[in-house]
């Protein structure tokens, strides 16, 4: 019979830091996962989704929004569109919900020398407005017509209502099965 002794160390601080980088790394590949699939469920399509699919994306915008992001302390991640980038019209797809237009612009008459808005082309779709500062008289009505064609197109400020098209919950349910496999053999 072979006696042999042993002896461990245990180190808690470094235990504790891999420990800590491991859920950060499981952390960000499983917000990876779900966002993969809730870019993957929302379409590029001119037409409005179905009420209770995910929503279309007529230029991708949306698609393009969706991020990933483990906070400070790591131990949750947060994911899903970026509000400054989409706006509120992200929650409303997944949530459903009413929502007024925005106000009419100040009416006003450009003149030369001064900043107005231009239309800005978003992938051959015109979409948003860029001001600029006008050097000529026709810019300067262009962008005076621009502001009264942006309020005419707001209209009487009626609320339009969104029925729910969730996109992010849906992705987290596909992946849920998954998440625990993120964590596994991860603290090395």
Known sequence: MIKIKVRTQFDKQKLKKKAETATFTSLSEAGGAVRKTAKRS????????????PPNTQIG????????????????????????????IWNLHEFGGTATKRRKLKPHRFKVGEHGPIRVKHHGIKTSFARIRLQTS??????????????????????????KRPFMKPALD???SRLPSFWANSVK
Request: no cysteine; charged share 35%.
């Open 42 to 53: 929302i379409r590029k399509r001119k037409k409005a989704s179905k009420p209770g699919s």
């Open 61 to 88: 915008m949306l698609k393009r929004v969706i991020r990933y992001d483990v906070t400070n302390n790591r131990t949750v991640v947060a994911i899903g569109p970026v509000n400054e980038i989409a706006g509120r």
């Open 138 to 163: 026709a810019q300067a009505n262009r962008a005076t017509r621009l502001v009264e064609e942006e309020n005419e197109r707001r209209g009487d400020n009626k609320p339009r209502h969104y029925p």
């Open 174 to 176: 596909t992946n849920r």
